[in-house]
């Protein structure tokens, strides 16, 4: 069976780092575009970070642009999420997400229902 599961949450000070890593198995994604989405308790599920089969195109959302850098392994099977410089605001449960099928055009990725798979989050926490 296919799986996506998310490693390296947990608590930082604003202004401090965080790397997330998200290992696939049951499937090669090397393939597929790959994601990150968050979602804050109350809100609705947002994009942050996509990348393409061979990660020479990375994506992001306006708020974590310059701050974040989604990259990926083929060889290993895995997408990566750096995030610096995070704030409050970023505090969210984090889900790396595959596609099984290349979207029409790049700007697909940002929408949660090109993916079809999904890991399990994790809880990403920011204080003041």
């Known amino acids: 069976q296919v799986r996506l599961v998310e490693s390296g949450g947990g608590l930082v000070q604003a202004g401090g780092s965080l790397s997330l890593s998200c290992a696939a198995s049951?499937?090669?994604?090397?393939?597929?575009?790959m994601g990150w989405f968050r979602q804050a308790t109350g809100k609705e599920r947002e994009f942050v970070a996509a990348?393409?089969?061979?990660?020479?195109?990375?994506y992001y959302t306006e708020s974590v642009e310059g701050r974040f850098t989604i990259s990926r392994n083929n060889a290993y099977n895995a997408v990566y999420l750096q995030m610096n410089s995070m704030k409050p605001e970023d505090t969210a449960v984090y889900y790396c997400?595959?596609?099984?099928?290349?979207?029409?055009?790049?700007?697909?990725?940002?929408?949660?229902?090109?993916?079809?798979?999904w890991g399990q989050g994790t809880q990403v926490t920011v204080s003041s």
């Open positions: 997400a595959a596609t099984r099928w290349p979207p029409p055009a790049s700007g697909w990725l940002r929408n949660h229902e090109v993916y079809q798979y």
């Open positions: 049951g499937r090669t994604f090397s393939d597929s575009a």
């Open positions: 990348i393409t089969w061979n990660g020479g195109s990375q």
